[in-house]
């Protein structure tokens, strides 16, 4: 019995390891750890990348949303309308400073936001709409911008797991007055730790997220406004300037691979993935929506291929969560919840291992 890994972090590593090397030798040598250069360096190449005017980097995605929402004025009082089904920290950034989280359903097809829901979740309170473009494909944004406009609100694009995808011929992330990303190892474009990055054109938005970031400072030891220690360090930012480089390639790869599920998986009982029209996906996770998850995943597992629940319930039925916010009808997002699962995909995937995935989750379907 062969045993593929989910993600497989080491054999990107050894692609890269030389670059790597120089790199943290590099900070090693000048020895600044904080906002050091290679910072600003890994900052331009984000701007470049994404289209962006301002890219800026911080400790992790989490923080990058709390810095956004700062920086917009986001807080007691406010309500941000964010879909049901995604990872905790979309609810759990709009409570840390202080909003009101407003739960609506996504769409079956993209597992995105839904954007018929957004007209009954508005109310004097909404502030903000923090669309989530999970697994990896982008939501459809020109929609949330314009309710957006029209209301007089602000989108905050979570791109966490969508970076380096297109929409409509511009990149996730900078799709929106803010959008911001996560470096977590696990994501498309991650670091060796924790790290995030947000991105604007707005000049005042930016400037103000860089003093957020920074404990408040306009400079040093004159604290303007209320701030956090965001910051990611310089060693980060030097692991990310070889990634970047090599990030183009990865992103063909895993659309490449993830075809290759599609058409292996075509005609069988799981729900495959579906991308909406113009826009390309990341592929941080390839989920399937399964009914006998439970059995699925074990038989799966007994043959050495390991899969992940992106996510078993919903934010608002969370333990944590269950008495915060308002909850609109999210009954997609619930029956999603138990139905979605996600295989093994990532970029120094080869087609070996692959072909085994295949073949294990096809004997499930077609035994008997």
Known sequence: MKTIPFIDL???YQALH?????????VLEHGLFIMGPEVDEVEKHLARFSGAKHALTCSSGTDAA???MMALGVGPGDEVI????SFIATAETVVLVGATPVYVDVDPNTYNLDVRALEKALSAKTKAIQPVSLYGQPADMDEINAFAKKHNIFVLEDAAQSFGARYKGRCSGALSVIGVTSFFPAKPLGC???GGAAFTDDDTLAETMREIRTHGQKKRYFHTRIGINGRLDTMQCAILIPKLDRFPWELEQRTRLALRYNNAFSGLPPVIPRL???RTSSWAQYTLQVQNRDAFQK???AQGVPTAVHYPRTMPDQPAY??????????TSRKLADVVISLPLYPDMTEEQQDYVIQTVRGFFTKG
């Open 10 to 12: 080491k054999a990107q």
């Open 299 to 301: 038989h799966l597992q």
């Open 322 to 331: 269950q008495e915060l916010g308002r909850i609109m009808n999210i009954e």
């Open 82 to 85: 964010v879909p049901a089904l």
């Open 66 to 68: 709390i810095l956004a």
């Open 192 to 194: 060796y730790g924790d």
């Open 276 to 278: 909406a029209p113009e």
């Open 18 to 26: 030389k670059p790597i090397q120089d790199q943290i030798q590099k």
